[in-house]
């Protein structure tokens, strides 16, 4: 948007003079905008008054009877869609300027010497910073959104038909830690789940993305209107990370996902139940070269030949002694009551290594041990 594209301006000044010599200046600089002026001897707004009708407001900094712009903008800021404000007054300083722009007003400018060029100016700086401040608080509301997994879990529980769950992991992840380090490997997840936030954000489908663990993320498309059951966003997630790179100090990160969707056919299916598909699938697409994606029908058959197999592993790796304590994987709990005082109490956290010297993580094998009775054996 630019000076030309504004249809309604707001001027708030307790000086008729001066909003009639604002009025001139759009005729010029926004043609065609209408032009609307709030006595402020009327009082404050009201909690209803319409401030998302108007592209622009002018807003001047003694507005009389000791009533301040600055406290108005305070006060009305967080209204919905509150429009790009540009600050006037007629006694500037540096205080002033600092809390007109923490106030949230896009620019400021002197009543004394203004001219048509400095207005058109400052109006263009307005619309791009109150366009720069809207994209940057989306993007933070939603970066806050997506480490809400509890809420995502608690959304599976009233999925529709014709919604897709996408799980996405990092191939890899505890290998990629040992190689460069845990902390370069969650600023990789995080890069990973910043531009899966942006993807779908910017797509034309209504979703939301939420961060499921170190090395997951998972995706809720609603009410997807293609056929193709979601691999089309599969796809396009897949091509994006191939063809997009990540450093860290200069040294390209070399990662891959893994992708499995679940298109709803059945508004019955509980939370649970779209889990294990995702994760059935997700298996099936580790065993793919690079980025890759399984569409998952959870059909019954699928389901027990990956989970035969992944038992088979499991149990392999057990009976080989292919097991892997993790960083810090022995850590002693709070004292027992008396009764146990003869006995210690730890927690351990292992990897299980699969034949390639790769290592299962707990996420992966733990459901396994659990829906096939293997906890004795573990």
């Not at 400095?118 to 608080?137: F, G, P």
């Amino acid at each position: 948007m630019s000076e030309q594209d504004i249809n309604q301006i707001l001027v708030i000044d307790d000086s008729e003079d001066f909003s009639n010599l604002l009025i001139k200046f759009f005729g010029s600089v926004c043609p065609g905008a209408a032009v609307d002026v709030y006595d402020p001897a009327d009082g404050k707004p009201s909690g209803t008054f319409p401030w998302s009708k108007y592209d622009l407001i002018i807003l001047d900094y003694d507005l009389g009877n000791g009533e301040s712009g600055l406290e108005w903008l305070r006060l009305y800021k967080s209204s919905s869609n509150f429009p790009p404000t540009i600050m006037l007054t007629a006694q500037g300083n540096e205080e002033t300027v600092v809390n007109a722009f923490r106030y949230g007003a896009q620019d400021y400018l002197r009543k004394d010497g203004l001219t048509k060029g400095r207005m058109v100016e400052s109006i263009n700086n307005a619309l791009k910073k109150y366009k720069e401040d809207t994209k940057k608080a989306s993007t933070e509301e939603l970066s806050v959104h997506i480490y809400k997994k509890e809420k995502f879990y608690r959304s599976l529980e009233t999925v529709k038909n014709n919604d897709i769950v996408i799980f996405i992991e990092i191939d890899k992840f505890q290998s990629l830690k040992d190689d460069i380090g845990m902390l370069s490997a969650d600023k990789t997840a995080n890069f990973i789940s910043e531009e899966i936030l942006k993807l779908v954000t910017d797509s034309e489908h209504s979703g939301d993305v939420t961060r499921t663990g170190d090395s997951s993320i998972a995706i809720l498309i609603h009410n997807y209107q293609k056929d193709d059951k979601g691999t089309e966003i599969c796809e396009q997630l897949c091509k994006h990370f191939k063809d997009t790179k990540f450093e860290i100090d200069g040294m390209t990160i070399d990662f891959s996902v893994n992708i499995a969707s679940v298109c709803i056919t059945d508004e019955a299916i509980d939370a649970e139940t779209i889990m294990k598909q995702l994760d059935i699938a997700c298996r099936a697409a580790r065993d793919k070269p690079g980025h890759a994606y399984v569409s998952n029908d959870a059909k019954d058959k699928e389901e027990i030949e990956i989970d035969e197999k992944l038992k088979a592993n499991v149990i392999g790796a057990f009976s080989e002694d292919r097991v892997k304590p993790q960083y810090q994987s022995f850590v002693k709990l709070s004292d027992m009551d008396s009764k146990f005082e003869s006995m210690e109490y730890f927690q351990v956290r292992i990897s299980l290594i699969d034949l390639d010297g790769e290592p299962i993580g707990p996420r992966e094998f733990i459901p396994v041990v659990e829906s096939n009775d293997m906890q004795k054996e573990m």
